[in-house]
Nanobody, 124 residues
Framework: VQLQASGGGLVQAGGSLRLSCAAS????????MGWFRQAPGKEREFVAA???????????YCSDSVKGRFTISRDNAKSTVYLQMNSLKPEDTAVYYC???????????????WGQGTLVTVSS
């Protein structure tokens, strides 16, 4: 699976951004798609993940630090996953990565495929 993340940029605190991650190469619906972030000097941390459960639809998970502000979604027809980020805070500043894995997990080491990362900078 090849992943291409985009949508990062500079935004003021309280603002919004939408990240996109386009996937290619394998059956998109077979994969759980995750977003992670890594701030300077910190470890990569889980942000959100979304799985496709067939007729049931999607199942999503968000970290407590972004719950209520960030929303993950996926468009299977476009093989794309999105991260809508609202009410951004300076502590959300990081490089954001999308990733793909067969099973839903919050552990970055479990994800097999990674995008190149997109920088989000939130100014105070």
């Amino acid at each position: 699976v090849q992943l291409q993340a985009s949508g990062g940029g500079l935004v003021q605190a309280g603002g919004s951004l939408r990240l996109s991650c386009a996937a290619s190469g394998r059956t998109f619906t077979s994969y759980v798609m995750g977003w992670f972030r890594q701030a300077p000097g910190k470890e990569r941390e889980f942000v959100a993940a979304i799985g496709w459960i067939g007729i049931i639809g999607t199942r999503t998970y968000c970290s407590d630090s972004v719950k209520g502000r960030f929303t993950i979604s996926r468009d299977n027809a476009k093989s794309t996953v999105y991260l809508q980020m609202n009410s951004l805070k300076p502590e959300d500043t990081a490089v954001y990565y999308c990733a793909a894995e067969r099973d839903i997990t919050v552990e970055p080491g479990s994800y097999d495929y990674w995008g190149q990362g997109t920088l989000v900078t939130v100014s105070s």
